[in-house]
């Protein structure tokens, strides 16, 4: 958020008669020990509200509006989250509309304005009006407001939030929207006061396995690119929300995990919260489970099931990198949560540390030259898929979409791959079918059928409309609360293929069982669209 000088607010006010006016009549109607402060603050509020929000509304409404938000920046307390849900007649505010108003003061830092926004968005409230002005506000040592001026980079700053949503009769609902906005900038002051120590924590982890590949020369250049990869997280491509640190460790029963003491940080802060928190025996974990901690990736990048309350409404990343003694045998994990940022999904997939690796061994599995037509096939391909599910990946299975997606150029049909989540929290699905037969209806007949074969709900969905009249859907399939069910590959194929069949094709289908094929094409080539609208619309 940029900040507002003093002298961009005074001249907004010079060329807004509406601000000029409603800041002298709050002059009028606050109290008298508050109307110096009130009017500064007016000014300062209102400058971030946009121009037809002030023509939208009377004087009296705007000034009695400024003055309900100053009043609940008096009372809030910079060193908490302070959270108002209100309607404005119901606290006597002096001011109308069919609104109702969330107000939230918290110490500046991001994803404030973004974390509202999606938490308010996932409960089918749209957001009608948004002011959100930065301020310096001074404060004596008792709390009370002393001086209130636009900020400046460097200072200690307060973001005021005001936010009108359409009007919420219910009071329980109205509480309940008030303690989860709360919760979830509880979370945010989390997440971005212990950020620092994150960033230290990857660096920590760089360093570890700097030393490990000094250890382990025939590890190296494993090791070498995860650090990359780390450093690569660090410098913009993730939004870092939670870490945790585990040991592996004898116990009087055997090897065990527990939590790395005051490990915890931002939304993993909570160590007594964890599966972990008491040791837990090796021998006591499932197998899947039990393997993946012993013997499992180095790396291991993967989703959790629990959505991020942080900044967008998205299910978190998972970063696993596994802890070695100096003979190379697993002493723990270092577990980062967050979400990947846009300039992660942006970047060709050539360049980024670990999927660069992945592409290197696909293009060695195809024997191809640079430069060469299937070897810019093969990188389009690679380049076009969700970067998340190719981080999930194995080079193996992303070889085999790969091999799919070539051998389906220029088809008719539909192809369907699946790749349950290694640590089974879902499935990549991917659903290849000719670019004329796509629409949005068809997407949305697709997952209806996707849910009901797996039994599970959509989590993520990515359209590539490849070459070769080729569109492919990738969806990421979570499981409901009694599991994942995983269909037959063959018949969930049959199923989609009816499903986008034309008229047309339904013709030569007809044709085909009382002509050959060849003379059945040709003929459905001729009267496929002979038909009007209306009778292919009634007759099957």
């Known amino acids: 958020m940029s900040d507002t000088s003093e002298a961009a607010v005074k001249k907004l006010r010079q060329d807004s008669p509406t601000i000029d006016a409603v800041c002298r009549l709050i002059e009028t109607v606050a109290d008298p020990g508050d109307a110096a402060l009130a009017h500064d603050f007016a000014e300062i509020f209102l400058s971030k509200a946009t121009p037809a929000f002030l023509e939208s509304r009377s004087t009296d409404a705007l000034a009695h509006m400024a003055l309900g938000a100053y009043r609940f920046?008096?009372?809030?307390?910079?060193?908490?989250?302070d959270v108002q849900v209100v309607n404005p007649e119901m606290e006597n505010e002096?001011?109308?509309?069919?609104?109702?108003?969330?107000?939230?003061?918290?110490?500046?830092?991001?994803?404030?304005?973004?974390?509202?926004?999606?938490?308010?968005?996932?409960r089918d409230y749209p957001i009608e009006n948004n002011i959100y002005p930065v301020l310096h506000v001074e404060r004596d040592e008792d709390g009370s407001v002393t001086e209130v001026r636009p900020s400046r980079q460097g200072e200690l700053r307060?973001?005021?939030?005001?936010?009108?949503?359409p009007r919420v009769s219910d009071p329980e609902v109205m509480v309940d929207i008030e303690r989860e906005v709360r919760r979830h900038l509880e979370d945010v002051t989390k997440a971005t006061d212990d950020f620092d120590a994150m960033i230290d924590a990857v660096n920590n982890a760089v360093a570890e396995l700097a030393d490990l590949a000094r250890d382990l020369e025939y590890r190296r250049p494993e090791l070498e690119e995860i650090q990359a990869f780390l450093r690569w997280l660090r410098d913009g491509s993730f939004v870092f929300l939670g870490y945790r640190g585990y040991d592996i460790v004898e116990g009087e029963t055997g090897r065990v995990i527990k939590v790395e003491d005051g490990s915890g940080l931002g939304l993993l802060r909570s160590e007594d919260r964890s599966t972990y928190a008491a040791p837990v025996r090796i021998e006591d974990l499932s197998d899947g489970m039990r393997e993946l901690a012993q013997d499992g990736p180095l790396l291991i990048i993967s989703k959790t099931n629990a959505e991020s309350t942080v900044h967008r409404r998205a299910r978190m990343d998972y970063i696993g990198i596994k802890k070695l003694d100096a003979s190379g045998a697993v002493a723990g994990e270092h577990r980062f949560l967050g979400l990947f940022t846009s300039q992660a999904f942006s970047e060709p997939a050539q360049n980024i540390p670990?999927?660069?690796?992945?592409?290197?061994?696909?293009?060695?599995?195809f024997d191809v030259r640079e430069g060469s037509h299937d070897f810019k096939e093969i990188l389009t391909i690679f380049n076009?898929?969700?970067?998340?599910?190719?981080?999930?990946?194995?080079?193996?299975?992303?070889?085999?979409?790969?091999?799919?997606?070539l051998t389906s150029y220029n088809t008719d049909g539909v192809r369907v791959t699946m790749r349950p989540d290694r640590l089974r929290r879902g499935a990549a699905v991917m659903v290849i079918l000719p670019k004329e037969r796509f629409s949005g209806d068809v997407r949305k007949e697709i997952e209806r059928e996707l849910v009901s074969a797996f039994h599970g709900e959509v989590l993520n969905y990515h359209l590539a409309l490849g070459a070769g009249d080729q569109a492919r859907l990738h969806f990421y399939i979570g499981p409901q609360e009694d599991g994942l069910r995983i269909p037959v590959i063959a018949d969930l194929e049959a199923s989609l293929r009816e499903m986008i069949r034309s008229w047309e094709d339904r013709v030569r289908n007809g044709l085909e069982r009382v002509r050959p094929a060849d003379e059945a094409r040709r003929l459905a080539r001729i009267y496929g669209e002979a038909f009007s609208p209306e009778y292919r619309a009634a007759t099957e």
């Open 158 to 165: 307060e973001s005021l939030v005001h936010c009108e949503i």
């Open 354 to 365: 670990i999927l660069r690796q992945k592409l290197k061994y696909i293009l060695e599995r």
């Open 384 to 405: 076009s898929m969700p970067k998340e599910e190719v981080f999930l990946a194995s080079g193996d299975e992303v070889e085999a979409d790969v091999r799919t997606v």
């Open 94 to 122: 002096g001011w109308y509309a069919p609104v109702t108003v969330v107000r939230t003061n918290i110490r500046e830092r991001p994803f404030v304005v973004d974390t509202i926004r999606e938490y308010l968005h996932s």
């Open 73 to 81: 920046l008096k009372s809030a307390k910079p060193s908490q989250v």
